[in-house]
């Protein structure tokens, strides 16, 4: 029997490893296999050497693209007590393009490492990593990295914490020096100085903390008592009585609310300078819980809607959750899943209840990266890769056949940004279609549509570099070198009020005609909400067998459009009335009278064209704060603050329209002399002013006699986020 197959589940952690982009996850995540001894030699992001970035894409941008998993184990050592932990890590993305990578990760995992650079601090993907935290409960511990860098600040980077992230942010380690004097750390919970002997970090050394820092250590170390006692009644009388509190008690308290998510327990170190990682490794098994202090998953019953829930035990019916799509050039299709509870064998049947199907498992295969080891079974806590999956995607509910559960489905933003995609030669073109296919059943936020109009294929993503990596992949993988067109920016249409419009198909050529008429109502929904469309008519006014063919008439005609032919969002519509002939009336008529009826409502109810606007960050020296800020207000950008950056460097925060902002890396770089640096993330969807949409309107050539006036003159207030 395997070391993993004797490890109960309580000594099983399923983590995440989150942050902005370039501060030191992956690099984090190779000291950490290396330690654990799951590698024999450190790999470098800067050398395209790193383990768990194995993509060409990656090796080459030296940035992470797609999440990527691996299995460690790591003795905890404590006093005489020496306990092995398994470890399953997700390493993902920085980027804002990827962040469904992150999305679908932190859905499936129990506990979440947040890596803060020591000098950037907290940076807007930061924020956006945390808030999806927020989102799915995920507990966690944060790692200020990079502290051995100049300008590096530790308790500047707490403050922030505090400020921006509004947590709780518990110091149980402070550094000893900062910049060119780090040296170690201190460990507020056992009392001592850490530091590492070797260039590699392998040797630690243990001494008691340093006189000249110890009454700074002991002012943090009564603050670390007092923020513990102050939730842990238990704790605080033990405290009051004995007037001390042992290592071991503090621990446990402290592990008892990271994993109610009340505290955030902060460490430090410099990853790529080999110290402070080992520290990590102790406070993910002892703060971080496992699937077992999870507790549970909670799901419906698919066949008649009731809350079930599943313990994450092995004794439970087979529950897994599949979060991610991948095709391997050797293996083919994985589908990558979390085990919630039961076990699952090679060669069985599951159900998959999110779309009705039964599927066989061929393969079970626990990952390293990009390498694969084939295993008999996967139980509970576990997270693996199957093979054999034809008809599962991201965020299908997998089961034992008989014990139906749903679980929440992931979801995803829309993508912001879109490309016109052709074969080089007609003889090209099912190959092409063949391999988008695949790469947007692996990625979510990538969108494939066929506009009708134009007879193009689109390909729509979450930024320019998401659809030129796309692009890369399709080369370099599915060996289809495609035509790409320009990126363009995905706008949205959307009304401001209410209104009713009537539609009318009639035609009469002899013999039998055609007969469609309804009436509907139109009314604004709040953001994400799509098209909902209901019913409110009385019986016999319009049979229930053409329902369905005005619902389908409603939904097409707006995804066609109306202003300049972008969706149409955020709209409720109701069939109020109509009317149907007994011969001449059919789903075509009706189809067709409902589409009318709805483009004849928008217009009344005052259409607005609807951008994406992106947040972004400018780090800039000060003396080039006029030139940037005057290209910003060129850009119809909304300035939101500028604060004061760790040495002589301003940074601008602004919301800008993504449309102002293709080619602003080369912008930003001859404003400044290449010494400026930005990150832009999409924030929301706002109306486009008046003049600007007249501009996009008449580009996209669509007549602008009837349209204008759902535009013109309209001062919108606020924005539709």
């Known amino acids: ?69 691996t299995t460690c184990y790591w003795k905890r050592v404590a006093g005489t007590c020496e306990k092995i932990y398994r470890i399953n890590i997700i390493d993902t993305p920085g980027h804002v393009d990827f962040t469904a990578e992150v999305e679908r990760s932190l859905r499936v995992l129990d506990g979440a490492i947040v890596i803060l650079c020591g000098v950037g601090g907290v940076q807007p993907q930061t924020e956006t990593v945390w808030r999806q935290a927020n989102k799915y409960k ?13 300008g590096a600040d530790f308790h500047s980077v707490v403050h922030q914490m505090r400020e921006r992230l509004k947590c709780k942010a518990l110091l149980i380690q402070i550094p000893i020096g900062q910049g060119e004097d780090f040296e170690g ?32 250590a002991e002012i943090f170390r009564k603050a670390l008592i007092e923020w513990v006692v102050e939730n842990d009644d238990e704790l605080l009388e033990k405290y009051l009585e004995d007037g ?101 064998r090679n060669g069985e049947v599951v159900s998959n209840f999110s779309r009705g199907y039964r599927e066989r498992v061929s393969r079970i295969l626990r990952m390293h990266a990009n390498y694969r080891e084939e295993i008999e079974e996967a139980r509970a ?34 993508p912001v940004i879109f490309k016109a995609v052709e074969p080089r030669t007609k003889a090209e073109e099912e190959k092409l279609m063949q391999a988008l296919l695949k790469l947007v059943h692996e990625d979510p936020t990538l969108w494939l549509k066929f506009d009708k109009e134009t007879g193009q294929t689109i390909l729509a993503g979450m930024g320019e570099l998401h659809l030129e990596i796309a692009e890369d992949r399709l080369r370099r993988e599915f060996g289809v070198i495609a035509r790409f067109g320009q990126p363009q920016v995905a706008y949205q249409e959307t009304i401001l009020n209410s209104a009713v419009g009537e539609g009318k198909y009639i035609r009469q050529t002899g013999g039998r005609g055609q007969y469609g008429h309804v009436f509907l109502h139109v009314q604004p929904l709040g953001r994400g909400k799509g098209i909902e469309f209901e019913v409110s008519i009385k019986g016999g006014l319009i049979p229930e067998a053409f329902i369905p063919a005005v619902e389908a008439g409603v939904r097409e005609a707006a995804d066609r459009g109306i202003l300049a032919g972008y969706p149409v969002v955020d709209v409720k519509v109701v069939l109020i009335g109509g009317s149907y002939h007994e ?15 709805f483009k004849n409502a928008c217009k009344m109810a005052k259409m607005v064209l609807l951008e994406p606007i992106m947040r972004l960050e400018i780090i800039t020296p000060k003396e080039y704060i006029g030139e940037v800020l005057a290209d910003l207000n060129a850009r119809r950008a909304s300035i939101k603050g500028m604060r004061e950056g760790v040495g002589e460097v301003t940074i601008i925060d602004a919301e800008v329209p993504l449309a102002e902002v293709f080619g602003y890396a080369t912008q930003l770089r001859s404003l400044t002399q290449g010494r400026a640096v930005y990150t832009m993330e999409p924030d929301r969807y706002a109306p486009v002013p008046p003049e600007v949409a007249k501009q996009i309107i008449l580009r996209r050539g669509y007549s602008t006699i009837d349209i204008f006036s759902s535009i013109e003159g309209e001062k919108v207030i606020g924005t539709c986020a």
């Open 583 to 597: 011969v001449d009336s059919s789903e075509y008529a009706f189809k067709i009278a409902a589409m009318e009826a």
């Open 244 to 344: 001390a509190i042992s290592p071991d008690d503090l621990r446990a308290s402290i592990r008892r609310q990271t994993i109610r998510s009340e505290i955030v327990p902060v460490l430090c170190g410099a990853s790529l300078k080999n110290r402070g990682v080992q520290p990590l490794l102790d406070a993910v098994v002892d703060f971080l819980p496992s699937p077992l202090d999870i507790g549970f998953v909670e799901g419906v019953n698919p066949e008649n809607g009731d809350r079930i829930r599943r313990r994450l035990v092995e004794d439970e019916s087979l529950c897994a959750l599949a979060f991610k799509i991948q095709t391997d050039p050797y293996v083919g299709r994985l589908t990558y899943v979390r085990i919630y509870s039961g076990v699952l």
């Open 185 to 216: 750390i201190i460990d507020l919970v056992e009392y001592r100085a850490i530091y590492w002997e070797d260039e590699l970090g392998t040797v630690m050394r243990y001494e008691p903390i340093p006189a000249s820092i110890e009454p700074i």
């Open 138 to 150: 995920v507990p966690r511990i944060a790692y200020i990295n990079k502290l051995d860098r100049v």
């Open 1 to 69: 029997m395997k070391l993993e197959d004797r490890l109960p589940l309580e000594m099983t952690r399923n983590i995440g490893i989150v942050a902005h982009i370039d501060a030191g996850k992956t690099t984090t995540t190779e000291r950490i296999l290396f330690y654990t001894g799951r590698v024999r030699r450190i790999g470098e992001v800067d050398e395209g050497t790193a383990t768990m970035d194995w993509m060409q894409q990656e090796k080459e941008r030296g940035i992470t693209i797609t999440s990527a998993a």
């Open 381 to 414: 806590g576990d997270i693996v890769a199957l093979v054999g999956l034809r008809n599962t995607f991201t965020g299908d509910t997998l089961g034992a056949p008989g014990h139906p559960i749903l679980l929440e489905h992931i979801e995803f933003p829309e």
